[in-house]
């Protein structure tokens, strides 16, 4: 195990498709390894969640701590396909590890359904409302390339400390020319 580097807004590799795993490497001892560091990395960094290739690696996977999974620090997906479950948005103010000190808003289904496997091997398919789905969204799309920055409502879009100071007001810039 070991806490690994996190690559930061313009390392290439964040911008990749990143590649399946094979379900019959998923218990190898190389992706085992690989979950071990994300989780430690992800702990160290007192992330909501880590996609592998935050950390180098051009994998689907991500890990994630979610509310509903009390008995786990994170819930680990490989190959998650997410598919929307309704085309009502939620905004949700969204951060990002590979791009430290900024917040913005971000409008997704607010209901989803995820497929994949587990840190098992074995295939699971579930529904998740709200935060959660935000977050699991948030992190599949690191699999596929795409950072928050490129979905934000880009007038929301600001440091922590301004964030922190103007979230009502930046809230409501966010419904602007909306109708
Ligand atoms: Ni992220």
Redesign the pocket.
């Given at each position: 195990m070991a806490i690994r580097k996190i690559a930061k807004l313009g390392h290439p590799v964040l911008r990749q498709i990143a590649e399946a795993i094979p379900v019959s490497e998923i218990m190898s001892q190389e992706t085992q390894t690989l979950i071990d560091d994300l989780i430690e990395t992800c702990l160290d960094a007192n992330g909501a969640?880590l996609?592998a290739p935050?950390i180098h690696e051009s994998k689907r996977i991500v890990i994630l701590d979610l509310e509903e999974d009390e008995d786990e620090k994170y819930t680990i997906w490989i190959n998650p396909i997410i598919t929307p479950m309704t085309e009502e948005g939620m905004l949700t103010f969204e951060g990002?590890?590979?791009i430290p000190g900024l917040r913005g808003g971000v409008i997704r289904p607010h209901r989803i359904k995820v497929s994949g496997y587990t840190e098992k091997g074995e295939a699971f398919e579930r529904e998740l409302e709200g935060f959660s789905a935000v977050v699991s969204q948030?992190?599949c799309d690191?699999l596929d390339g795409i950072?928050?920055v490129d979905r934000v409502e880009t007038p929301t879009l600001a440091y922590l400390e301004e964030h922190r100071k103007y979230a009502d007001d930046l809230l409501e810039m966010s419904f602007q020319g909306e109708d």
């Open positions: 969640g996609a935050q990002c590890l590979s948030h992190e690191h950072l928050y």
